[in-house]
């Protein structure tokens, strides 16, 4: 079978799974190209691309539902956008590059185990009114491997009861589409566009997979299966994945 077709499957369900539960999935089309061998310097390109791909709809979906609390997003996304920017501009080795795609990808299955209240309850706790500060190292590290740290945010807004869960959801979609592009433009400042448009030349099937497996996900996934199946079925593979980049590297 074609390594491009694999990869095409191998992304599709990845969007599926995660626009299901509202990310983008970028650490995981991460650690599927590295795992297929492709030059690390592109991971992060193509990644964040389909990240921006998968998150969009989901975006402006929440924006026509007006759950979407622009204040705390915009707070939050000012904080981090700089530093996703920065973030994609530093260069890093392969080893180090892999080691942390490896660590943000088990760290990712953990979060996705985080249970997830069907209300919030209570007051925002005091942590609530330190997500903008927690928001900025999450952009960094979201520019500079290629994802777009909304499956880290999510669950400490969750924790600090910052929002209602659907109020958490559509700032997550935002939170990611808004590092990404600021992380992708990071890459494409530190390699340039030559190597930026040979990656999307190369990478169109892929788009077009997570453009499909993320529509799908977001429309339709959450009603074949319960949404904790979908997380612990989602944790289960970013994990192994994870592991396996941590033992090659």
């Known amino acids: 079978m074609p390594l491009i077709l694999v990869l095409g499957i191998g992304f599709f369900v990845t969007a599926l799974l995660y626009a299901s ?21 592109v991971l992060p390109l193509v990644a964040l691309a389909c990240n921006i791909v998968v998150v969009a709809g989901a975006t402006f979906r929440f924006a026509r539902a007006g759950v979407t609390p622009w204040r705390g997003a915009l707070a939050l996304t000012a904080f ?20 942390l795609l490896g660590a943000s990808l088990v760290l990712t299955g953990v979060t996705m185990l ?18 903008p500060f927690i928001a900025a190292p999450i952009g960094f590290l979201a520019g500079l491997v290629g994802i777009g740290g909304g499956i880290f945010l ?60 993320g529509q799908i996900g977001s429309l339709m996934a959450l009603k074949v299966l319960p949404l904790r199946w979908i997380r612990w079925l989602t944790a289960a593979l970013v994990t192994m994945v ?8």
């Open 21 to 41: 539960v509202g990310f983008g999935g970028g650490s995981t089309y991460a650690a599927l190209l590295a795992l297929s061998g492709l030059d690390y310097r």
């Open 80 to 99: 981090a956008a700089p530093a996703a920017f920065l973030g994609g501009m530093v260069p890093i080795q392969q080893d180090a590059f892999l080691l």
């Open 114 to 131: 985080i249970p997830v209240a069907s209300a919030c309850d209570g007051e925002p706790t005091g942590f609530a009114k330190a997500m």
């Open 154 to 213: 999510a669950p400490l807004l969750h924790l600090s009861r910052w929002r209602d869960p659907r109020a958490i959801a559509a700032t997550a979609s935002f939170f990611i589409l808004v590092n990404s592009m600021f992380g992708l433009a990071g890459q494409l400042f530190k390699h340039g566009p030559t190597m930026f448009g040979g990656a999307m030349v190369e990478a169109l099937p892929l788009l077009i997979a997570v453009g499909i497996g």
């Open 242 to 249: 994870g592991v396996r980049l941590l033992i090659g590297s």
